[in-house]
């Protein structure tokens, strides 16, 4: 193929991704220089319309970021003054109460809030200071310098041809060079990912980890709402299938996000995780709450959980691994918007120092120092073992061993050292054989809702003509593999019903419906084989959340 001619543009700092983490390391640029050169590439048709958190956030890296928040009317609009945590049975539920809890668990000072509509705000005050911002820009291919470094990326790459060649009617997108490249795509990030393993990044770390979170948004009735009450459960449905639990937030206009997150390192393939989150929603407390409102929203996203272990090298040349491209949540708090905003001033900062330094395409060791010994570590160490606790030994030893872990941490000592969590979760999987079928009742149409029916409030949306974006490694390995061994997985794990076995004169056949991706990446984590690489669509395309 005749190399591809590209325009070139030349910018101080060029970020991938218009997150809580990308747009305030372009923030903090500009606030340190307004006249640093900063661009913000985001694949989604607008900011926000690839955002997916709980969220509940705590507010510390925004006080960090814009002490003045508040006059400068971030979305921040409903203060938690409720705070519940629940064991779920399949028709009961205990209440855990807060004070065994130790103080970093408390949602006191936190806010319920659309990260979405934050991400909107957040952009417009980075446009504010100068910074330029291309939404609809999907970043595919990085640029690497004569050195070896990372140069720059490729974005605005639109209409190839189906089989992925460029024909007359491509627009080979452009590159954009910086000094320093800031990649902060969250969780799973495909570029993020080519930089991990080209510079061997998690050598010497242990497995990140993942859940896959999916939630909706419900309109309730009036007389049940309340602003401001946050409640947490766990148990029921997923037993001891999975771990996991759900979070039901009660925001502003009588809406409440209900979301539900199943932990990737379940064994059994015949699991279903949104079949789960649909029958939660069927147990009386959850039921009740939502009887006679309506879902407006859906959508679906992983979530790392690997915690402080976990975090990859952050920095390589002319490269730094941001906010959840690296994993920055908090598993037991289920928070990582914080940490995603901190990462993104402490890279900046370490990158104007670098840049006044005449620096460019080296490692910013600044950076990873700030985060692994500033308040993301502390952050994150103090809850390293729960996740691992949880998954070796089950919930109520994570209730038991990781809270009295948590406190002690808290103290300032661990008893446990650093557990770690052995393996990935596609290894975790486990063959059918070894596993009964989970018989999953038929959605109602009212409370709980079939697989397609919910995308469809997912608002996603990709060009048909453009090649598939789920790339296969070997495209046997699903009905020779995956099928026999597994039950094809992929069946069930994908939350948009991408993946389909289909049953043809020949015998299976294996579908991907790219068209229903929501870019939640669980198909490139969960995969048995490894076989699935999730490879960015062209801009614009994918989910459209409202105020997710
Ligand atoms: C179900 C669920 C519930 C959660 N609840 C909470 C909560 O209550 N509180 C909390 O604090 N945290 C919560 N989190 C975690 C939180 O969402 C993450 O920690 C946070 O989103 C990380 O921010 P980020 O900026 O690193 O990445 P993201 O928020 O994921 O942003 C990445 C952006 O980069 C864009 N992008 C990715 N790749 C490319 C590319 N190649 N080219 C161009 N653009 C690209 C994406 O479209 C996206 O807009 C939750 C997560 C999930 C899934």
Known sequence: MAEIEREAMEYDVVIVGAGPAGLSAAIRLKQLDADLNVVVLEKGSEVGAHILSGAVLDPCGLDALIPDWKEKGAPLNVPVHEDNFYMLGEAGKIRIPNFPM????????????????????????????????????????????????????VAGVFGLEPDGSYGPGTEPGMELHGKYVFLSEGVRGSLSKEVIAKYDLSAGKEPQKYGVGMKEIWEIDPAKHKEGSVT?????????????????????????????VVHLNYKNPHLYPYMEFQRFKHHPMVAELLKGGKRVAYGARAITEGGYQSMPKLVAPGVALLGCSAGMVNVPRIKGNHNAMLSGKAAAEAAYDAIKADR????????????????????????????PIWSKWGLTASLMLGGLDMWTNTLGFSLFGTVGHGKNDAQSTEEASKHKPIDYPKPDGTLSFDRLTNVSFAMTNHEESQPCHLKLTDPDIPVKVNLPKFDEPAQRYCPAGVYEMVEDEEGPRFVINFQNCVHCKTCDIKDPSQNITWTTPQGGDGPNYPNM
């Open 360 to 387: 460019s395409g080296d490692e910013l060791t600044a950076y990873e120092v700030d985060v692994r010994e500033g308040p993301i570590g502390a952050d994150l160490k103090k809850v390293r073992n729960v996740k």
């Open 102 to 153: 130790p103080p970093l668990m408390n949602n006191h000072g936190n806010y319920i809030v659309s990260m979405g509509n934050v991400c909107r705000w957040m952009a417009e005050q980075a446009e504010e200071l100068g910074v330029e911002i291309f939404p609809g820009m999907a970043c595919s291919e990085l640029v690497y310098g004569e050195n070896g470094e990372v140069k720059g990326v």
């Open 232 to 260: 947490h459960t766990m148990g029921w449905p997923l037993g001891s299938n999975a771990g996991g639990g759900s979070f039901i937030y009660h925001l502003e206009n009588n809406q409440v996000y209900v979301g539900f």
